[in-house]
């Protein structure tokens, strides 16, 4: 019987580590997430059922030290050479069980990115926070703020908006950064974040890249509230919300890495976030095609499994296939953010570009392909209890968040037709 | 002009009572769907139930075309085609849900009560749960689908339900039965049953409070909230032999016809309001913080330009069928394999755009797409349900390629 594990990864690019974690990770889902997915719908606003096993995982298991140095008590991940790699086998075996889940897990590191990660690390910054996620066996949940009302997608386009549409800001008074503004959407927030790092301008209406600052703000402060999580078609595990900041004051050295530093690896977490958005899609396909292969082996059309009619395997073969490109993709990402040696730093423009692209080619084909699947099962396949329904709303999400399709064009159109004006 | 006269149709060909009915349902819809839905969101008991009934019985859906003398409006002629897509299109601009109802209750209709069809005698029987009460009356049907154990086939699908009998009256027997609707609330069943001894699938009606009716827990699914579902069994249920609404391919033949015309409607009011949705977020939305308006950027217009080309179509289709359903003396009877086919395309096509159209709608609102507070996730889902329902496009593929291509295995 072939199994997930019989579709393609360029094994050259595994690592042990990577692969001892993917199959706790494996054992995890099947044993504290699987079994109680079904609900998790319901469980948008609580999150009685979705916290749990998130504390064995993070808290427990440690996860959520990960990144940060071995000397402060976490993992080293952020000194790696194979950190991508790694976190796409993570977050594809998370999002086999639920990927809103595996966003919530995934985003818990993406501030962190900023202060833990070669050759960028602020080692002050990681003295400061890492006792906060690694001297603790509570679940410690981060989250980036970018969005605002009036922008959309603009904060995500740094490249050629250069922070100019950004409005919350961080005024310098004394040795503190003075932070006022308001952030929608961001995955953790709705109450769950302990911290947050949050895109600021310096000098608002600017478009000198300096001027963008990441500043990192626990969220127990005076002046930062945060409000109800939203009601969405799906992913309730991750929730999201508006975050309002009234002057609220952090040092100054709160900010991740400074004047230019925080703009140019600011690329970073957007190449990171492709990666990990089709690690997202991978794993949902995954499990789709552990429950279509049970579907057309044991519903029949025409006294024969369904998976015998030529034209029932065609729609088949093509989803088979789309799992088996979207893999390689995702994996062929991972290495690129790897390697800086071979494929150039993961935040420049080109980088950041080529992310774009694999991961929105992967997201539209996958998302096509579960929606002819969920066809083809019929009522079965808008069923809660075949769980197909539920990929399929959870990672339509996957699809749009960073800024959405017609960001992800013009940026990949902006570096390979080297356009002016877009 | 209204937004939505922008996609034309032939208007023509409706009458005067046709128009002013769409007139009165989008007000009515507006008012008590719409206007409520950001507070009450998909309640059932709140919102959809109490339309259920404005629908039904105030309006008088279910009693559209049963005769007068039954207490019908008998709106039987085939012209009644426009009617119900007209109708059917304004309810799903507010809910898809309640529009896939009503194609099931105006589709049951057609089939037994047009002129030419009727079936008196049935009627005379039926026609009074629809036309007597204050309750709406929930129609759902039975029909083929995939199955675990082999048995009599429809077109390679399975028949849920075994039939016995005949002149006596029929018990029928299914279990694990997955209505198309409303298994929870269904007043009244329209089997598809193999019948023992009998070459031909019947189609019997089940009245809902019949002796031997099991009605499993309502299953979540991923929409048409207004349609509770849940799996039934039939254990030795006896109905009369009146209840043998038709037998053999051409009364079921017209019975999809009608139904997939309904749901073509459904779909295409459904798109109506996607297209509203976007329209003012185009309006409205500013982006690249250089104050261009959204609808003003050549990508996203040219992205806004599809939608509504893929809208204007799937209308234009959904009339056409009305026009040939409501002129069976030129395209041939509901329930001619030509008909049948022609109706089986349309509405594929229609639900296969519509899910192309949701999602570019989607894609280009980005988060505000699958926010609640936005409406359009709610049509994503429910359209995405009703193809569910509709089946696997690529066996509907096989009614088409028989016809085009005189396949004889397939």
Known sequence: ?422 | MSDLDLFLYPKNRLGEADLDLASSLQGLVEKEVMDKRLELKEDYKELLAPMMKRLFVDIGLQKMLWPENLGGDEHNQPEAAYTIASAIEQIARADTGLAFLAAHSLALQASLALEGNLNQELCDSIAPLFCEGDKPVIVSFILPTYSEEEGPEWRGKYLQVEAAGGADGYVLNGKGIRPSCCGVDAALFGALCSVKGEEEPAFILVPGDASGIKRGEEFKKTGLAASRNADVVFAEVKVPAVNLAFKGDEGIRRLLSWYYLGLSAAGVGSLLACYEIIKEWGDNRVIKGRGQIFKENPLTAALMAQIAQDIAVDRMLTYNLAGMLAEPEAYGDAGSEAVFVSSTMIVHHIYTTAEWIIHRVMELMASAGYAKEWQLERYWRDVKTVQCYLGASEIAKFDIARWFYQCQTL
């Open chain 1, 1 to 422: 019987m072939r199994t997930i594990d019989d579709f393609s990864r360029p094994i050259e690019y595994l690592t042990p580590l990577g692969e001892n974690i993917g199959e706790i990770f494996r054992g995890w889902v099947e044993k504290e997430v699987i079994p109680f997915r079904r609900e998790f719908d319901e469980d948008w606003k609580d999150h009685s059922l979705i916290l749990p096993p998130f504390k064995k995982l993070l808290g427990e298991y440690g996860i959520q030290r990960m990144l940060f140095p071995e000397d402060l008590g976490g993992w080293g991940l952020g000194h790696s050479d194979f950190l991508s790699v790694a976190a796409f086998r993570m977050f594809e075996e998370v999002a086999r069980a639920d990927s809103g889940m595996a966003v919530a897990f995934g985003v818990v590191f993406w501030p962190l990115l900023f202060i833990a990660c070669e050759p960028h690390v602020n080692r002050r910054l990681c003295e400061e926070f890492a006792p906060m996620f690694c001297e603790t066996t509570e679940p410690v949940f981060s989250a980036l703020a970018m969005t605002e009302p009036q922008g959309g997608a603009d904060i995500e386009n740094v490249e050629r908006l250069g922070g100019s549409t950004i409005q919350t800001t961080a005024v310098q008074d004394g040795d503190e950064w003075v932070i006022n503004g308001h952030k929608l959407w961001p995955t953790n927030t709705g109450g769950v974040a302990d911290l947050l790092a949050v895109v600021c301008t310096t000098d608002p209406a600017s478009n000198d890249r300096n001027n963008i600052a990441i500043i990192f703000v626990p969220t127990d402060i005076p002046g930062v509230s945060q409000g109800d999580a939203y009601e969405k078609a799906g992913m309730a595990a991750d929730k999201n919300g508006d975050i309002w900041f009234e002057n609220v004051r952090v040092p100054l050295w709160y900010r991740a890495l400074g004047p230019g530093g925080d703009s140019i690896y600011f690329g970073e977490v957007m190449s990171l976030g492709h990666m990990g958005t089709i690690a997202f899609t991978v794993g949902v396909l995954m499990n789709i095609y552990e429950k279509l292969l049970e579907f057309v082996n044991t519903k029949m059309f025409k006294g024969r499994p369904i998976k015998e009619n030529d034209a029932v395997a065609g729609v088949l073969a093509d989803f088979a296939a789309t799992i088996e490109a979207s893999r390689i993709i995702g994996y062929q990402c991972a290495r690129m953010c790897d390697r800086p040696d071979l494929y150039g730093p993961r935040w420049t423009p080109e980088v950041v570009a080529k992310a774009r692209a694999h991961r929105y080619f992967v997201a539209d084909r996958g998302l096509e392909a579960i929606g002819k699947v969920m066809n083809l099962m019929e009522a079965y396949g808008a069923d809660r209890d075949w769980d197909v329904e539920k990929h399929w709303r959870d990672i339509k999400m996957c699809q749009l968040w960073m800024g959405g399709k017609q960001l992800c064009q013009m940026e990949v159109a902006r570096w390979f037709y080297e356009c002016e004006t877009l």
